[in-house]
T-cell receptor, first 115, second 118 residues
């Protein structure tokens, strides 16, 4: 199998705090991880592509300093939403791939609510 | 221009009946892949079926089949014998050639909400 674990599944926090979301590939080495954002009743929008050991590639319009991505190992990538505000409230979902044309396996997502 | 178009925001189907969810795509690549994912209300993305652009046969996975019409650039998902548990959002996605970002990115359609009626 190819299991991806995402933690936490739900976060509620005050405006101005930073929130870290973890994405782990449990039974395979993920050369590449992807971070998506999904607003209610909308599709998944790719935020960034992260390769192990190198800087993430962000999509146009995504603030690098706002959404910090670290992919320090072949099994772990983290997304940190810095100084979160209510407009950052959304569903964030990661996926992991062995790289190349290998399929993406998704985590269960994190619902982030900023008060 | 949208790369993946799902024209049906919502669909209803009677339990045990078959249903087709539409997906058209736009690409100039010769090599690409098409995926269908199911997203229940809990949020996780469940992979259903994959079709490669060079695959001559339509993909099938249990009750799911993909009606791939390359000339029309369509990749419709057919669900046979619908079950109540099939009620969910369904997303069509495309993987094109190497993006330069280190791997092959997926582009998702806007989704179709399927409701199965008892």
């Amino acid at each position: 199998g190819a299991v991806v674990s995402q933690h936490p599944s739900w976060v509620i926090c005050k405006s101005g705090t930073s929130v870290k979301i973890e994405c782990r590939s449990l039974d395979f080495q993920a050369t590449t991880m992807f971070w998506y954002r999904q607003f209610p009743k909308q599709s998944l929008m790719l935020m960034a592509t992260s390769n192990e050991g190198s800087k993430a590639t962000y999509e146009q319009g995504v603030e690098k300093d706002k959404f910090l991505i670290n992919h320090a190992s072949l099994t772990l990538s983290t997304l940190t939403v810095t100084s979160a505000h209510p407009e950052d409230s959304s569903f964030y979902i990661c996926s992991a791939s062995r790289g190349g044309i290998q399929p993406q396996h998704f985590g269960d997502g994190t619902r982030l609510s900023i008060l | 221009a949208q790369k993946i178009t799902q024209t049906q925001p919502g669909m209803f189907v009677q339990e045990k009946e078959a249903v087709t969810l539409d997906c058209t795509y736009d690409t100039s690549d010769q090599s690409y892949g098409l995926f269908w994912y199911k997203q229940p209300s809990s949020g996780e993305m469940i992979f259903l079926i994959y079709q490669g652009s060079y695959d001559e046969q339509n993909a099938t996975e249990g009750r799911y089949s993909l009606n791939f019409q390359k000339a029309r650039k369509s990749a419709n998902l057919v669900i046979s014998a619908s079950q109540l548990g099939d009620s969910a959002m369904y997303f069509c996605a495309m993987r094109e050639a190497y993006s330069g970002a280190g791997s092959y990115q997926l582009t998702f359609g806007k989704g179709t909400k399927l409701s199965v009626i008892p």
